[in-house]
């Protein structure tokens, strides 16, 4: 039975725990496990527990007398299909992107001419921080792939983006990774017992996605706001569909009553300001971007700073302003073949009005629902719609689970590129 080589790399944080579950899982799925961490990753969990579970010397410092090979750094970065990097630190990265190598771990990356997949975990303030986002990039381009972390609470207690991706998750994109090496890399070409799901289907691997999701909320006063019936339940099943055939997803999401999907980056955008934000800051990077919020088209022109009181008053009247059109303006602002995706929820002439809307708006591909159908529209798990593409027939889905509309969505996407 073929085995994959993983040189599994623990930097020093928090979630160096989870590097055993990562470990065990690979083991499950026939690989080959070595271990290498950082001085300040056994403050965390101490080599033994590795070691234990490996069988073999697991390795922290190159000059080490204990150490049984005297090259270490090359001999094992030779010997591995993949180096998977969990967790990996602000620093760790940091390393690696400029090439620094005063350890064990950052040697390794430098003598390593395997795939290397990185899953980072850190506060949030240090995920932001540009410093972090300029090396990631800067790896990005030297072809290391990355495993986002995920919103959620964090050990400091603060929420926000900087929590480790789910170790299943990990563990599936490392071993799609090892299943489909590049041509030249040589290495075995079937995973024998891993789930088919993990290694099924990635017509879209190499893409980048950036989703509305959900509804946008639009202050009136401190306690008071407008918005719509939208729960995000589309959103996320495209991200998460997109996501399971091999691309790469950031959604911006506003007020949703569904969970996002695991392995998928959340960026918040409450008000359709704050969207439009996001958005912008995130385009570039993207190749697919789909518009399946229900941003409010009129926002109070003045939010008020303290909570209107009734008295006095028989009659309100709110001044509303136009918000800016996100999707009209990805798409007329689009170079390099960025696919542009819409959405129309229409009551009356569906395919007319969402015909229009694609026109107007220069989209690529305009999915319409009548939210009047039962089985359809906001906050169930079932849609009916037709999707219209840039000079193609309407295709008509008849109702089905929200996931499942996601992958015919996406098998018509595919197409246009
Ligand atoms: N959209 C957007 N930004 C806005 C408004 C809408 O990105 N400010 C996007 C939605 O995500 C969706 C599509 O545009 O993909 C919906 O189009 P839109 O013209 O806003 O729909 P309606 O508001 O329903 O249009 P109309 O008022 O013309 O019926």
Redesign the pocket.
């Known amino acids: 039975m073929s085995k994959f080589r993983v040189g599994l790399g623990v930097s020093g944080g928090i979630a160096a725990y989870k590097a055993v579950e990562v470990m065990r899982l690979l083991q499950k799925a026939a690989c080959e496990v070595s271990v290498a961490m950082t001085r300040h990753a056994t403050e965390f969990v101490q080599p033994l527990t590795f070691r234990a579970l490996t069988g073999g010397h697991v390795i922290v410092d190159d000059y080490d007398p204990a150490n049984p090979d005297p090259i270490a750094h090359i001999k094992f970065s030779q010997e591995i299909d993949l180096l998977l990097i969990v967790p990996a630190t602000a620093n760790i990265i940091g390393k690696f992107a400029n090439g620094i190598a005063d350890d064990f771990l950052s040697s390794t990356y430098l003598a390593c001419t395997a795939q290397v997949m990185i899953a980072p975990a850190m506060n949030t303030t240090m995920w932001e921080q540009p410093a972090t986002q300029r090396n990631i990039e800067r790896l990005r381009a030297d072809g290391v792939h990355f495993v986002e972390p995920v919103a959620g609470e964090l050990a400091c207690k603060t929420v926000g983006t900087g929590k480790l991706e789910d170790v299943e998750n990990i563990v599936s994109q490392a071993m799609r990774l090892l299943s489909e090496p590049p041509a030249s890399a040589g290495g075995p070409d079937v995973v024998t017992d891993w789930p088919a799901a993990y290694a099924a289907g990635s017509d879209l691997s190499g893409e980048r996605f950036l989703i509305?999701v959900g509804g946008t909320r639009e202050a009136i006063d401190p306690v008071r706001f407008i918005s719509n019936h939208s729960s995000g339940k589309m959103g996320f099943a495209l991200a998460a569909a997109a996501r399971d055939r091999g691309a790469e997803v950031t959604v911006v999401a506003g007020v949703t009553a569904a969970e996002p999907p695991k392995g998928v980056r959340v960026l918040r955008g409450i008000s359709?300001e704050e969207m439009h934000s996001a958005v912008k800051g995130e385009i570039e990077r993207a190749t697919v971007f789909v518009?399946?919020?229900a941003?409010a088209?009129y926002a109070p022109v003045n939010a008020a700073d303290a909570k209107i009181k009734k008295e006095g008053k028989e009659q309100l009247t709110l001044e509303l302003k136009k918000?800016?059109?996100?999707?009209a303006e990805v798409s007329r602002n689009r170079t390099n073949g960025l696919l542009v995706v819409?959405?129309?929820?229409e009551t009356s002439d569906v395919v007319g009005?969402a015909r229009s809307?694609m026109e107007k708006k220069g989209l690529d591909m305009v999915v319409a629902n009548d939210i009047t159908r039962e089985g359809a529209g906001f906050n169930t798990d079932t849609n009916i719609a037709t999707i219209l593409t840039r000079g193609g027939e309407a295709i008509d889905l008849p109702m089905m689970p929200k996931r499942e509309m996601a992958d015919r969505i996406l098998d018509e996407l595919v197409k246009l590129r």
């Open positions: 509305t359709a518009g399946a919020a941003v088209d918000t800016p059109d996100i999707l819409g959405f129309a929820a009005y809307k």
